[in-house]
């Protein structure tokens, strides 16, 4: 069994700052790709940031110089530090994973998701 668990979501006023953690447990062989996605009432899941496991990363434009993706491979954990938020940046934010177990192939394994309000 694998479970993805995010941390870090909560309440914060427009220009302040969060920290989200995901961390990957169970017979984990190995993890590719992790990533952060969000999805606000209304519209489609979107990607915000992805990083493989040698540290490149992508960056969503509406994101870009105001979220940093990163990861500790050796606590198979992702982060999004999340500054100068906006209300638009209101989600629920989900990681994901690409990884494969002892006894599995390769799948994408998805948290249960995270609320991130931005509002004053």
């Known amino acids: 069994q694998v479970q993805l668990v995010e941390s870090g979501g909560g309440l914060v006023q427009p220009g302040g700052s969060l920290r989200l953690s995901c961390a990957a447990s169970?017979?984990?062989?190995?993890?590719?790709?992790m990533g952060w996605y969000r999805q606000a009432p209304g519209k489609q899941r979107e990607l915000v940031a992805t990083?493989?496991?040698?540290?490149?990363?992508t960056v969503a434009h509406s994101v870009k110089g105001r979220f940093t993706i990163s990861r500790d491979n050796a606590k198979n954990t992702v982060y999004l530090q999340m500054n100068s938020l906006k209300p638009e940046d209101t989600a629920v934010y989900y990681c994901?994973?690409?990884?494969?177990?002892?006894?599995?192939?390769?799948?994408?394994?998805w948290g249960q998701g995270t609320q991130v309000t931005v509002s004053s």
């Open positions: 994901n994973a690409d990884l494969k177990t002892y006894d599995s192939s390769w799948y994408t394994h």
């Open positions: 169970g017979s984990i062989f190995s993890i590719n790709t």
């Open positions: 990083i493989t496991s040698g540290g490149s990363t």
